[in-house]
């Protein structure tokens, strides 16, 4: 199951009381304050493991505390801080107040930790509070609380190229044929009901990855056909790749129009990264036919395919592989 989304209630430990004590020793005269002071609470941190691929784990456990710090004890002994509570999160998650709406850390890099919520500080003990005035205090101070927090985690796949379309555009079937990736393909619509990721590789020593976006409808960015779920995925990809059926009902100068309204309707700057155009299942349609009659706009490349019978594949792949190391080194 692939889970995006879900929010938790994290809160770190309660600091340890600081001690009162005094020097109670045989042949010691008149000895002095000797409360040590409480230990810190424990944190709750959030960590990047990259080999998760999904909240799944963080769906059934709303709830996270970590431990409390213990409290101080005579002879200037520190009570034992709290442990922390760990969460793992895949590479890709961002991590939101849900009362303030605050983002606190776009977690990407493989091990990056964000503090989520900090341990409170332990307590002063009265051998803290002596002075040439009040060379016997009987005060302590106790523990801080832990902080607590509602968070909101939103997972945003990480992939170099992702492809978008309508539904039953020929996606699934792409990612099977260029990649190690099995999504489920059949002969109707919303086939793919969860993003996709697949690694290309171009030879032995290069590759890269790709993600298959679900089918995006009209409306999509106002949620339609859980639009905005699917649409945060592609914030992700530095290279978007359109496909276009052009042996469906749907013309496919309306068909990219459309994609191209939902996806500026949800993020404008969507629109400023490299795209290219695939016009699929060109075996089906008589060659006359497979030329697009609408205007694109300037800087991308169309390509023309059949992701079942792998016609023009090879050339794409090569030219999506040289688009995402322009991207690295960046160029583009």
Same mark, same amino acid.
Request: charged share 25%; hydrophobic share 40%.
């Given at each position: 199951?692939?889970?995006?989304?879900?929010?938790?209630?994290?809160?770190? #430990?309660?600091?340890?009381?600081?001690?009162?004590?005094?020097?109670?020793?045989?042949?010691?005269?008149?000895?002095?304050?000797?409360?040590?002071?409480?230990?810190?609470?424990?944190?709750?941190?959030?960590?990047?493991?990259?080999?998760?691929?999904?909240?799944?784990?963080?769906?059934?456990?709303?709830?996270?505390?970590?431990?409390?710090? &213990?409290?101080?004890?005579?002879?200037?002994?520190?009570?034992?801080? #709290?442990?922390?509570?760990?969460?793992?999160?895949?590479?890709?998650?961002?991590?939101?107040?849900?009362?303030?709406? &605050?983002?606190? *850390?776009?977690?990407?890099?493989?091990?990056? +930790?964000?503090?989520?919520?900090?341990?409170?500080?332990?307590?002063?003990?009265? %051998? *803290?509070?002596?002075? @040439?005035?009040?060379?016997?205090?009987?005060?302590?101070?106790?523990?801080?609380?832990?902080?607590?927090?509602?968070?909101?985690?939103?997972?945003?796949?990480? !992939?170099?190229?992702?492809?978008?379309?309508?539904?039953?555009?020929?996606?699934?079937?792409?990612?099977?044929?260029?990649?190690?990736?099995?999504? &489920?393909?059949?002969? %109707?619509?919303?086939?793919?009901?969860?993003?996709?990721?697949?690694?290309?590789?171009?030879?032995? *020593?290069?590759?890269?990855?790709?993600?298959?976006?679900?089918?995006?409808?009209?409306?999509?960015?106002?949620?339609? #056909?859980?639009?905005?779920?699917?649409?945060?995925?592609?914030?992700?990809?530095?290279?978007?790749?359109?496909?276009?059926?052009?042996?469906?009902?749907?013309?496919?100068?309306?068909?990219? &129009?459309?994609?191209?309204? $939902?996806?500026?309707?949800? @993020?404008? +700057?969507?629109?400023?990264?490299?795209? %290219?155009?695939?016009?699929?299942?060109?075996?089906?349609?008589?060659? @006359?036919?497979?030329?697009?009659?609408?205007?694109? $706009?300037?800087?991308?490349?169309?390509?023309?395919?059949?992701?079942?019978?792998?016609?023009?594949?090879?050339?794409?792949?090569?030219?999506? %592989?040289? !688009?995402?190391?322009?991207?690295?080194?960046?160029?583009?």
């Amino acid at each position: 199951m692939f889970i995006d989304l879900v929010e938790i209630d994290v809160r770190g #430990g309660d600091g340890g009381a600081g001690c009162v004590s005094f020097r109670r020793e045989k042949h010691v005269p008149r000895g002095g304050p000797d409360g040590g002071d409480g230990g810190m609470g424990g944190d709750i941190v959030i960590e990047v493991d990259p080999q998760m691929r999904t909240l799944l784990d963080l769906r059934y456990r709303k709830s996270y505390r970590a431990e409390n710090g &213990r409290p101080g004890q005579g002879k200037c002994r520190a009570g034992r801080n #709290g442990s922390a509570v760990v969460i793992t999160v895949p590479p890709g998650t961002v991590v939101e107040d849900r009362d303030s709406g &605050r983002i606190l *850390a776009d977690l990407i890099d493989p091990g990056q +930790t964000l503090v989520a919520a900090a341990g409170g500080r332990g307590g002063k003990g009265n %051998y *803290a509070f002596r002075s @040439s005035i009040d060379q016997a205090p009987r005060r302590a101070t106790g523990g801080e609380s832990g902080a607590a927090r509602r968070l909101r985690l939103t997972l945003k796949l990480i !992939a170099d190229v992702g492809i978008v379309g309508l539904p039953n555009a020929g996606k699934s079937t792409l990612l099977r044929s260029v990649s190690d990736a099995h999504p &489920r393909v059949a002969p %109707y619509p919303f086939t793919t009901v969860n993003p996709v990721l697949g690694i290309v590789r171009v030879d032995e *020593a290069r590759s890269f990855c790709m993600v298959d976006i679900p089918g995006l409808i009209e409306g999509a960015h106002e949620g339609k #056909g859980l639009g905005i779920q699917f649409l945060r995925h592609i914030e992700r990809c530095r290279i978007l790749l359109f496909i276009v059926d052009v042996a469906a009902l749907v013309p496919p100068e309306e068909a990219y &129009r459309q994609l191209m309204h $939902e996806i500026r309707c949800y @993020s404008e +700057t969507l629109l400023e990264r490299p795209r %290219y155009v695939a016009l699929n299942k060109v075996d089906l349609v008589p060659e @006359s036919n497979n030329a697009i009659r609408f205007a694109l $706009e300037a800087g991308e490349m169309i390509f023309r395919i059949s992701a079942l019978t792998r016609r023009g594949l090879d050339g794409l792949v090569k030219v999506l %592989y040289r !688009a995402v190391c322009e991207a690295d080194n960046g160029r583009l």
